[in-house]
């Protein structure tokens, strides 16, 4: 975990529809909330469900100066395609996430497998498996407050969303810690 004054660098890939372009904005909204100043870049090919779709998000204490990630501090791979682009990363101890549900299984140091997919298919919506993802890459590498993204999903969602939601995060932080 880096020390609260550094800047958290997170790369968001996998596939049109997974809903990664959201996860960044609501990451970076989250940490809006904390006073965090935040920059969010998203890339998707010609087709906006299926194709490629990458979402990066930069958090920091201080000034921002390039727009786009150089140093990823944590990585989240939702398709194989993404992973294989990503794996080398983990050599270097950039912790990858991934859905074992949709991602062939790894095994390795800084690898960090969850059937994600299905876990929000048994809350009622495979929708939610990107905010059990946030909910585990945030416990695990501390760059902003769980309460500070709950407090966004309150704002963000309406009615039973919002305690979908809430608990698809939940469940993404008791994969971290237990």
Request: aromatic letters at 6%; zero cysteines; glycine letters at 12%.
């Amino acid at each position: 975990m880096k020390d609260k004054n550094y800047t958290y660098e997170v790369i968001l890939a996998g596939s049109g529809g997974q809903g990664l372009v959201s996860s960044g904005l609501m990451l970076g909204e989250a940490a809006i909330l904390e006073g965090k100043n935040v920059m969010q870049t998203t890339s998707y090919g010609i087709a906006q469900r299926g194709g490629l779709s990458m979402a990066e998000v930069i958090i920091s204490d201080g000034e921002i100066l390039f727009q786009h990630v150089q140093n990823p501090d944590v990585v989240l791979a939702l398709t194989d395609d993404s992973m294989n682009l990503y794996i080398p990363l983990a050599e270097q101890g950039v912790p990858i996430f991934y859905d074992t549900t949709l991602v062939e299984k790894r095994e390795g140091e800084n690898l960090y497998g969850y059937p994600l997919t299905e876990m929000a298919n048994e809350l009622g919506h495979s929708g939610v498996a990107n905010v059990i993802a946030l909910g585990a890459m945030i416990t695990k590498s501390g760059m902003i407050k769980i309460e500070s993204l709950e407090k966004m999903l309150q704002k963000r969602f309406k009615g039973k969303a919002v305690d979908m939601n809430v608990t698809a995060l939940r469940k993404g932080v008791t994969l971290v810690t237990g």
